[in-house]
């Protein structure tokens, strides 16, 4: 109590004229309406200006949740369609019409079933002979080797090695990687990384006959690591082998690898299925 006392009689002065000035804006206030309301005015603008502070303030702290939240909804609409991809529509032979007279439905024959998960890069280099990524999940949370890795925007690499919480991707932009993809036509070939230029890959084994105009866009085949129909890149320049009837196709590539945070880690559930065949076919 003595402390308060003293406080008061300390700034006694300071106090009773903030006292006086509240009194006086209040009467202004209230018995001259152009001061007042230019008073109400300030305010609300004062006013305004902290709630617009708080807001971004919130937004900026609530910016992970949503973008993880986006990146959820991304992972769940990529599994839609790739569903489309990877199931065929077959009608049975005439045998089968024969035994079944009856039946003239049309036969879903499904060979992929993808599951996105997501993930975020907490080291990424770009400027080495064979880059790496590193990304925040690992085999607790389901990633395994030679996993398919892509981004918002296009592929950027297999998972190599894998622990518990963590996991090592290499990226396209190594000279150990090799993408099998195919232009809009149809037409195959493979997709390697120009050292020379971090941003940009070269398409192989394409015949010179096929027409490739520069903006046209490369996608993943149906064949390789990767989901079907993810873009890779688009096209930059041709360039015509001398010695074989092969071209050299250069595309910039759709993913920006400089300003890498988030990615997607695809796994197929039916892969293992089809190594395994595969592998029991090759030792016969």
């Not at 992929?112 to 949370?141: E, L, Q």
């Not at 890795?149 to 622990?163: A, D, K, Q, Y």
Request: charged share 20%; glycine share 4%.
């Amino acid at each position: 109590m003595r402390n308060f006392i003293l406080f008061i009689r300390r700034f006694f002065n300071l106090i009773l004229f903030l006292i006086l000035e509240i009194v006086c804006i209040v009467l202004i206030e209230h018995t001259n309406t152009l001061q007042g309301n230019d008073i109400i005015s300030s305010a609300n603008t004062v006013s305004g200006l902290v709630y617009k502070k708080q807001s971004d303030v919130v937004y900026y702290f609530g910016l992970r949740k949503m973008n993880d939240s986006l990146l959820n909804e991304n992972a769940f609409l990529r599994k839609q369609i790739d569903s489309l991809h990877s199931i065929d529509t077959l009608k049975d032979s005439l045998v089968h019409r024969k035994i079944y007279p009856t039946d003239t439905s049309l036969h879903i024959v499904k060979f992929a079933d993808y599951i996105y998960r997501t993930a975020r890069v907490i080291n990424n280099s770009t400027n080495a002979t064979d880059n790496y990524i590193t990304i925040n999940r690992g085999s607790n949370d389901g990633i395994a080797k030679n996993m398919a890795v892509i981004s918002g925007t296009g592929i950027v690499g297999r998972v190599e090695h894998v622990s518990p919480h963590f996991a090592s991707v290499i990226s396209i932009l190594s000279s150990k990687q090799k993408v099998s993809a195919k232009l809009k036509n149809g037409t195959n070939g493979y997709i390697i990384w120009d050292e020379k230029q971090p941003d940009v890959l070269i398409m192989t084994d394409v015949p010179q006959q096929e027409k490739v105009k520069k903006g046209d866009s490369v996608f993943t085949a149906v064949f390789s690591i990767f989901s079907p129909d993810i873009l890779i890149g688009t096209v930059v320049k041709t360039e015509a082998i001398k010695k074989n009837t092969m071209q050299q196709i250069y595309l910039q590539s759709s993913t920006n690898f400089h300003n890498l945070q988030y990615v997607y880690v695809i796994e197929n559930k039916m892969i293992m299925e089809k190594k395994k065949l595969e592998d029991s076919s090759g030792k016969k």
